[in-house]
């Protein structure tokens, strides 16, 4: 058995048995977010590989997100329910996003926020990677002015599967209490 099938097999001899559902959401809430996810590739925020969750409207501790599919195409049914280990409920073995971790870290580490974005806007990627600050330059864009926060991934590991890993960044990032209640809700990560 390669070193790689050997720790798919530990990751999924660690992962609970069945964690339950949280029960049924409103049907327009999913079509919220169905379109949510639509509407921000349509505009070109997120590409073939960006996402859009929102917390679980029952349970604080589930949130919802497609399956592994490119968001234009995300329809009702790719909806998932997943808990803030970012584990899918009721046994649901469809393919996920590896990323998804970034949103079960952030609903677990931010109470007050209800809904993640995780998008690769050319246009931000050099504020999470030069010294230079992201600023408002518009009364629109006021919600920056009190700065955004950049994820350091140099302070958690340098390997390339470090820099593959969210899962590995985001829970040591938490540990440091760096995704703490109290700032802002943009946090700029290096592309991966
Ligand atoms: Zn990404």
């Known amino acids: 058995m390669s070193a790689f099938e050997q720790n798919v097999q530990k990751r999924m001899a660690s992962m609970p048995a069945s964690i339950p559902s949280a ?4 049907p327009a809430l999913i079509e919220d977010l169905v379109a949510a996810s639509r509407i921000l590739a349509q505009h070109g925020v997120l590409d073939a590989w960006g996402h859009v969750s929102m917390r679980h409207p029952k349970n604080p501790q589930r ?8 968001p234009a195409l995300v329809t009702a049914s790719d909806i998932m329910e997943l808990d803030l ?10 393919r996920m996003f590896l990323e998804r971790f970034i949103h079960g870290e952030a609903f677990k580490a931010r109470p007050d926020v209800n809904a993640v974005v995780h998008s690769h806007s050319p246009t931000i990627i050099p504020f999470s990677v030069t010294e230079e600050p992201l600023r408002a330059v518009s009364s629109v864009a006021s919600f920056l002015a009190c700065g955004c926060p950049v994820f350091e991934i140099r302070d958690v590991g340098r390997t390339k599967r470090d820099i593959k890993t969210f899962e590995v960044r985001l829970r040591v ?9 109290g700032m802002t809700a943009y946090v700029l990560l290096p592309l991966l």
């Open 173 to 181: 990032d938490n540990r440091d209490r760096r995704l703490a209640v």
């Open 85 to 94: 280990d970012s584990n899918p409920v009721d046994g649901d073995d469809r």
């Open 63 to 70: 949130y919802l997100i497609s399956r592994a599919r490119a």
């Open 23 to 26: 029960g049924p959401v409103d």
